[in-house]
């Protein structure tokens, strides 16, 4: 392949892998989508191609939905033991955030909500409002009809609102207060304060520190708030766990903020936050090391911001 044909890929490339990242919730999955496309494109008559980003587009949505389809797939989606991949603020496969939708469609809170969307719903529902394809265009990629690509697009955005918590985009400094807020309550063992901070819908879903293969799940304010206070309690076990003393940070991890606990520049776990009307809706705890792999190297790649705890 000549270095015209594997420029013009290269310069879809960021743009194929946050697509990918959209619809399969996984950065390792989605780096695999746009590898297989890129041998697809390799493999192909390009000169046949009269629309390069087109026909790759339409490569790496129909791989991912392939891949929804799957039977493994179904099966742990299906099991409840799936949870997105957390992607660290500044990642390019984050891809487009110029409009609340964009960065709406890429929040861990969305990502999951689109799992109950069927794979053709959950990619008419990316292109339309991540990426603003027009219909025509969205029926090209997936061959079906502009009404059908309408009716998908509606149908995702009805069941998306109606689960989707919050009556709008979050102010990060805001939010950022309240997380550390109840990072200061869980640490200090305030139970009353924690669940104060908490809405009376408030979830916990937690990969159990990445070693169980089930995931771990709470409701009401009482028990997230015995969850996060046991979780948030340093002892030599969860130390010994971590291999070492963490300090811990916060950042933004899909646009929310969200606490790092990391050793020897090493992240060993993420708890991400959605906070909805000055309370925390929800708490997402992922420490599994395939599920945090990405946003270890990420953070490894920056200098972060001073920890608000220094040895936890």
Avoid at 63 to 74: F, G
């Amino acid at each position: 392949m000549d270095s015209t044909a594997v420029d013009r890929f290269e310069a879809s490339r960021g743009r194929l892998a946050s697509l990918a990242y959209r619809l399969l919730g996984s950065a390792a999955d989605a780096e695999d989508a746009v590898q297989d496309t890129f041998l697809r494109w390799q493999a192909a008559d390009r000169e046949r191609v009269e629309v390069p980003e087109a026909w790759l587009t339409k490569v790496v949505t129909n791989l991912c939905l392939d891949r929804l389809r799957s039977a493994q797939a179904r099966h742990e989606r299906a099991a409840g033991d799936w949870q997105p991949e957390p992607l660290l603020e500044g990642d390019p496969m984050l891809g487009p955030a110029d409009t609340f939708e964009q960065r709406e469609s890429v929040s861990l809170a969305v990502l999951t909500l689109m799992e109950r969307l069927s794979p053709v719903e959950r990619a008419a529902y990316v292109l339309r409002e991540a990426f603003s394809y027009r219909h025509a265009e969205i029926a090209g990629i997936l061959d079906i009809t502009e009404s059908a690509s309408q009716q998908h697009v509606h149908r995702a955005r009805r069941r998306v609102a109606a689960e989707r918590r919050g009556g709008g985009e979050v102010d990060p400094a805001s939010a950022r207060r309240v997380v550390e807020e109840f990072l200061a309550a869980a640490t200090s063992g305030r139970t009353d304060r924690l669940v104060a901070l908490l809405t009376d819908d408030v979830t916990a879903i937690s990969d159990g520190a990445g070693l169980g293969k089930r995931l771990l799940r709470y409701k009401t304010p009482e028990r997230v708030a015995s969850y996060a206070r046991a979780g948030f309690k340093p002892t030599p076990a969860k130390r010994r766990l971590a291999g070492g003393t963490p300090a811990i940070h916060i950042a933004l991890v899909n646009g929310s903020p969200a606490v790092i606990a990391v050793v020897d520049d090493r992240v060993v776990g993420a708890v991400a936050f959605e906070v909805s009307d000055g309370k925390v809706a929800s708490l997402r705890g992922i420490a599994a090391a395939d599920r945090i792999a990405r946003l270890n190297d990420a953070w490894r790649q920056r200098e972060p911001e001073a920890p608000v705890i220094n040895a936890w």
